[in-house]
């Protein structure tokens, strides 16, 4: 038998010798959740924060509840049927024979309102759902809180899942930010602020400093916000600079460790946190974990599926595991607004995982199958990128963008030509509409120096993409650039591919009226045109098509260029591709400005550059801010000019390619002017502006001004209204 020594007996809550580093919200939080609800569970991965948090909560609460607060640690309990006996020895309750000792503490806690809070439930997880069960059935003024992996899963349970310490944020601007104010900025991040208190404790000297405080930064970012990482980082700084540290992250488990001996040996190194959750999973879940970790930025669920199935985990039995793994704060699952739940690891669990993977010799099968499904994913995004569900497409490659590398690269490590130039092949158009050519540029030339053995499809697929990019490249060469489209349009004819034959035509079109030659541009889209009206494909008429516009207007042709423009955006249409009629669009915008229409070019360059934003096309959206600017040049609006001019720059800049047909002796000679007309000031203080400026502000900036302009005539024929102007912004970015 067991019974309370005293009725008054209160709080065992230790007080750590450390100071507790930010939190506040979340103290506020959970402390309103433990007073409003019988059952908290704190979850989140080891070294989260979790026992911590839980701690000051307690500490919080002590007064309110007359200081009936207590700590019972389970870590050291192997046997749920132990359990009891733990709580009886926390609540120091004296032994009597003849009474069961769950009775006794369901008498002792029954006397008045009282807080039992359950530190490491998850390896004694159906034990502790039992046990805490009955006591709040029989205790009806005690509350739990309890600290886990997983939640305990019984009725009434409350979740709050331990969120990581506050990263320090990348400051906008920061070339030009003082390196006080980005101290200032860092200095606000609840992880720097933990680092350098860690690091003060172990180095006394250690003091956060502009030269010192990026690499901070970089290691609270790089592990992710989580409280136990962090301090066995700055444990670190005993010997090394935060630089080195920061630098050596990459085997962050072998680096981070040195925690206080008397801590929990699972806390004393980040691997053997890691390992006490990981030896807490059955074999299937093993698996799967270590699979996952094959992806870089995650997996949506059709991906997990294809990949982390084997032998000991069907395909339909992967979404159970993933859930499991959330439920075991192992990986996270990011649900958007729109798009797929996305699977994730944080990097330090995904470097254990990947650990594990490569010991389990299977990491090359891995990485085959792995090659295999994003180049069926790149195949089938390249035939949805020209319609209606190219919004889709394209933020699914982006989201994708970082598995869609390591594939590339492990093609080229393994020797996989074919699967190499297929994937890079069918991720050119993917890459020139979101402003990836440079990095494109580089992976089709990689490809390609590796085509032996390589179906000759792949080959003339890739020759061709990266041929059409150095055709607009920076860097161009067009001999060069002829050279490779050529080789392409020999190896559509020996295939006798006519799509393909047509293609290389349109490309070598442009190729010659990039260097200037029109007769021969014309020529080639001619025949590109001709193959291309024959299959009757919608989006391949239109590409020919879009050539003739700037051609006839160049000449002055303004009745056929805008037949023709008509009849491209009549072809996009079809397709159900917004982005090609977009840029038709502002061939009609050219069109309007030449004939003096200043008001109607305006609209509908505004409306395409609407378009270009939810696709994410910055080489179109230069083009279209160019044209805008020169509409406010015009105007002699010289400060939205050259706001509107430097946007392009920086647009132009970060993709690299050049435009297709910018007179860049009548833009210098606009610039030039706008500045002579503002002062350098002035003028710098608006191209800078507009350089800063993201594409969602750019677009924000246009469309405010096009519906102060616009503010007397609610619609215009083929633009928007004023309350679609207003919304365009919203929509582009994916919101109602």
């Not at 690891?345 to 993977?357: D, G, M, Q, S, V």
């Not at 750019?698 to 616009?710: E, G, I, M, R, T």
């Amino acid at each position: 038998m067991v019974s309370g020594s005293d009725s008054r007996q209160t709080k065992n809550l230790p007080r750590p010798f450390s100071t507790f580093i930010g939190r506040g919200k979340e103290i506020t939080k959970v402390g309103q959740l433990v007073l409003e609800n019988r059952l908290v569970t704190l979850t989140g991965a080891g070294g989260s924060g979790k026992t911590r948090l839980s701690l000051e909560v307690g500490h919080t609460l002590a007064g309110e509840l007359h200081d009936r607060v207590w700590f019972v640690d389970l870590s050291s309990i192997t046997d749920a049927s132990l359990i009891p006996q733990k709580i009886v020895s926390t609540l120091k309750m004296l032994e009597k024979p003849g009474q069961f000792s769950l009775e006794a503490i369901v008498n002792f806690l029954s006397l008045q309102p009282a807080l039992l809070i359950l530190d490491n439930c998850e390896h004694l997880i159906s034990g502790c759902a039992a046990f805490a069960e009955t006591l709040l059935q029989n205790c009806p003024d005690l509350r739990i809180l309890a600290t886990s992996r997983e939640l305990l899963g019984i009725t009434g349970e409350v979740a709050w899942a331990v969120p990581p310490l506050s990263l320090p944020d990348i400051p906008p601007g920061k070339e030009s930010a003082s390196g006080q104010v980005v101290l200032d900025q860092y200095q606000q991040s609840e992880s720097v602020q933990l680092f350098v208190e860690r690091a003060a404790a172990h180095s006394p000297e250690f003091r956060l400093s502009i030269d010192n405080a990026a690499w901070v930064a970089e290691i609270c970012r790089r592990l992710d916000g989580m409280p136990l990482a962090i301090e066995l980082a700055a444990a670190q700084s005993r010997s090394l600079t935060v630089r080195e540290i920061a630098q050596r992250l990459d085997n962050r488990l072998q680096m981070l460790i040195g925690g206080s001996r008397t801590a929990p040996p699972r806390h004393q190194t980040l691997a053997a946190t890691i390992d006490w959750s990981y030896q807490l999973l059955n074999h299937k879940e093993q698996k799967v974990l270590q699979r996952l970790s094959i992806f870089a930025g995650g997996a949506v669920l059709t991906a997990a599926e294809a990949i982390c199935s084997g032998e000991d985990a069907a395909p339909s039995e992967v979404l159970e595991v993933l859930s499991q793994l959330v439920d075991k704060s192992l990986i996270t699952a990011d649900k958007p607004d729109q798009g797929e739940t996305r699977y994730r690891l944080l990097e330090t669990i995904w470097e254990y995982a990947n650990e594990k993977l490569v010991q389990s010799k299977e990491v090359e099968a891995i990485r085959d199958h792995h090659l295999n499904f994003f180049v069926q994913l790149a195949e089938k995004a390249n035939q949805n990128l020209r319609g209606p569900e190219e919004l889709f497409w394209y933020e699914r490659l982006e989201a994708d963008h970082d598995n869609l590398r390591e594939a590339l690269g492990w093609a080229l490590k393994s020797k996989n030509a074919d699967a190499g130039l297929r994937l890079s092949g069918n991720l050119g158009y993917f890459w020139f509409v979101r402003g990836h050519s440079r990095e494109a540029i580089t992976w089709l030339e990689r490809t390609l120096e590796q085509r032996e053995g390589a179906q000759k499809s792949s080959i003339a697929h890739a020759l061709g993409y990266l041929g059409g990019m150095l055709n607009l490249s920076e860097n161009r060469e067009l001999p060069q650039t002829a050279r490779i489209l050529e080789e392409s349009l020999m190896l559509y004819r020996e295939l006798e591919e006519e799509v393909g034959i047509a293609w290389m035509l349109n490309q070598l079109g442009i190729n010659a009226a990039v260097g200037g030659d029109e007769k021969k541009a014309m020529a080639f889209y001619d025949q590109s045109l001709a193959i291309r009206r024959k299959f009757g494909d919608p989006w391949f008429i239109a590409k020919s098509l879009q050539n003739y516009s700037p051609y006839y207007l160049k000449h002055g042709d303004f009745e056929n260029a805008k037949l023709y423009a008509e009849e491209t955006i009549t072809w996009y249409q079809r397709a159900g591709y917004q982005r090609g009629v977009a840029r038709a669009t502002m061939d009609l915008a050219n069109i309007a400005q030449l004939e003096g229409d200043f008001d109607q070019a305006g609209i509908l360059l505004t409306e395409a550059l609407s378009h270009l934003l939810r696709v994410g096309d910055q080489w179109s959206a230069a083009e279209a801010l160019e044209k805008l600017a020169a509409l406010a040049f015009e105007e002699r609006d010289s400060i939205r000019a050259a706001t509107l001019f430097g946007a392009a720059e920086a647009f132009r800049e970060a993709v690299g390619m050049l435009s297709l047909d910018l007179d860049y002796a009548s833009y210098q000679e606009e610039v030039n002017e706008i500045r002579d007309s503002l002062g350098e000031k002035k003028f710098a203080r608006a191209w800078e502006m507009g350089r800063a400026m993201t594409f969602e502000q750019v677009v924000a900036f246009v469309l405010d001004h096009s519906n102060k302009s616009s503010s007397i005539q609610e619609e215009k024929p083929g633009g928007l209204t004023l309350r679609e102007r207003e919304a365009a912004i919203l929509i582009a970015q994916g919101k109602s």
